[in-house]
């Protein structure tokens, strides 16, 4: 079955799949200054909150390892700007905070060991590609803990991308699909085209197409016919952020999928990592929602679409842990009250990648 590759390291660079080209291009990048991974996260090159924290590693690293630091002070000062660099990106996928932490945190022990600049380069891009194939061993994971929740033939529904674009492994949510599909489940998956920015029409579309598996593709404004009327099995979608309580954020219109799933009895469910959790805030109220360029809701691949009217454009929208079933994780399946399963799979043995 067929998985795109978002993102690798290379003895070149660091090698990026350009998102906003698909599905009529497939064009690369190589990245050789931190910055310039930086700008590819912020103008949505590589999107999706686990892709995003593999970048903003691969990003620290690159960084580290073309730094012009004679001494490991010197570097000491230039990593704080590395890190502000790619941290000021996008502010609502938590990956990106807790690669960067990571990396962080890598970079101490390094320090505290006397490590050699050579050694701490070293170090880094090891501590990267790490993170890259943990993302990866944590797809598979998630997949197979909400594969058991597919219904054994019928039509699921996802929104957004949540596919190997999004993450850089199988995906988490469309991980899910994925793995049922391959035990058998004769599955057929609604894709709204999620606007504006058409992440499902122009990713996941191409994704499921590529991967052989079934679809339709939907307009978002169809997502409630095809609700009560579709014999719709289950809902899994994405998260960039899981507050404490399990309200979570994903991709703005997931919000109105899981009040109209709740409308219809159709379990809606979260697939997502134990990165994505952010235990720190109580609820979703305290989840800040990015909010983008006016244009890419006036204009579609730089086409107008629109008169010049002021326009809105929350990236995101928090869906409240009331509506959502259950949440996947590498760790095991967390159910309500999430206070408590969320915390315990938190807490619980980290996967680790093979070695």
């Given at each position: 079955?067929?998985v795109?590759?978002p993102?690798?390291?290379?003895?070149r660079?660091v090698?990026?799949?350009?998102?906003r080209?698909?599905p009529a291009k497939?064009?690369?990048y190589?990245?050789?200054?931190?910055?310039?991974v930086?700008?590819?996260?912020?103008?949505?090159v590589?999107?999706?909150?686990?892709?995003?924290g593999?970048?903003?590693?691969?990003?620290v690293?690159l960084?580290?390892?073309?730094?012009r630091?004679?001494?490991?002070?010197?570097?000491?000062?230039?990593?704080?700007?590395?890190s502000?660099e790619?941290?000021?990106?996008?502010p609502?996928?938590?990956?990106l905070?807790?690669?960067?932490?990571?990396?962080?945190?890598?970079?101490t022990?390094?320090?505290a060991?006397?490590?050699?600049l050579?050694?701490?380069?070293?170090?880094?891009?090891?501590e990267a590609?790490?993170?890259?194939?943990?993302k990866?061993?944590?797809?598979?994971?998630?997949g197979?803990f909400?594969?058991?929740?597919m219904?054994?033939?019928g039509?699921?529904?996802?929104?957004?991308n949540a596919g190997?674009?999004?993450?850089?492994?199988?995906?988490?949510?469309?991980?899910?699909i994925?793995?049922?599909?391959?035990?058998?489940?004769k599955?057929?998956?609604?894709?709204?085209?999620t606007?504006p920015?058409?992440?499902?029409?122009?990713l996941?579309?191409?994704?499921l197409?590529r991967?052989?598996i079934?679809l339709?593709?939907?307009?978002?404004n169809m997502?409630?016919?095809?609700?009560?009327?579709?014999?719709?099995?289950?809902?899994?979608?994405?998260?960039?952020?899981?507050?404490?309580?399990?309200?979570t954020?994903?991709?703005?219109g997931?919000y109105q999928?899981?009040?109209?799933a709740?409308?219809?009895?159709?379990p809606f469910y979260?697939?997502?990592p134990?990165?994505?959790?952010?235990?720190?805030i109580?609820?979703g109220?305290?989840?800040p929602?990015?909010?983008r360029?006016?244009?890419?809701?006036?204009?579609?691949q730089g086409v107008r679409i629109a008169p010049?009217?002021p326009?809105a454009?929350?990236?995101?929208?928090?869906t409240?842990s009331?509506y959502i079933?259950?949440?996947?994780?590498?760790?095991g399946?967390?159910?309500?009250?999430?206070i408590?399963?969320?915390?315990r799979?938190?807490?619980?043995?980290?996967?680790?990648?093979?070695?």
């Amino acid at each position: 079955m067929y998985v795109a590759q978002p993102i690798e390291w290379t003895d070149r660079g660091v090698v990026m799949l350009d998102q906003r080209r698909l599905p009529a291009k497939e064009i690369y990048y190589t990245y050789t200054d931190y910055r310039e991974v930086a700008k590819a996260i912020r103008e949505m090159v590589i999107r999706g909150a686990p892709a995003i924290g593999v970048a903003a590693a691969m990003g620290v690293a690159l960084g580290v390892l073309h730094s012009r630091a004679t001494s490991v002070d010197e570097l000491q000062a230039e990593f704080a700007e590395i890190s502000r660099e790619l941290a000021d990106t996008r502010p609502t996928a938590v990956d990106l905070f807790w690669a960067l932490q990571r990396m962080k945190t890598r970079f101490t022990e390094l320090l505290a060991s006397s490590a050699s600049l050579p050694e701490i380069r070293s170090a880094l891009i090891a501590e990267a590609r790490e993170v890259h194939l943990e993302k990866k061993a944590t797809d598979e994971a998630i997949g197979r803990f909400g594969a058991e929740f597919m219904p054994k033939e019928g039509q699921v529904m996802t929104q957004c991308n949540a596919g190997a674009l999004a993450t850089g492994g199988i995906g988490t949510a469309l991980g899910v699909i994925r793995v049922a599909f391959q035990q058998g489940h004769k599955l057929h998956v609604l894709v709204p085209e999620t606007r504006p920015y058409l992440q499902g029409a122009r990713l996941t579309a191409w994704e499921l197409l590529r991967g052989g598996i079934p679809l339709t593709l939907i307009t978002d404004n169809m997502v409630g016919h095809f609700l009560k009327t579709g014999k719709v099995g289950a809902i899994v979608t994405g998260a960039d952020r899981i507050a404490a309580n399990g309200d979570t954020a994903n991709k703005i219109g997931t919000y109105q999928i899981a009040v109209l799933a709740k409308e219809n009895n159709v379990p809606f469910y979260i697939a997502a990592p134990i990165s994505t959790f952010d235990l720190s805030i109580p609820d979703g109220e305290h989840i800040p929602i990015e909010e983008r360029s006016a244009a890419e809701v006036t204009h579609i691949q730089g086409v107008r679409i629109a008169p010049d009217v002021p326009a809105a454009h929350p990236a995101f929208d928090v869906t409240p842990s009331r509506y959502i079933r259950a949440i996947f994780t590498e760790r095991g399946v967390a159910q309500a009250p999430y206070i408590e399963s969320l915390r315990r799979l938190a807490a619980a043995q980290p996967l680790r990648a093979a070695p």
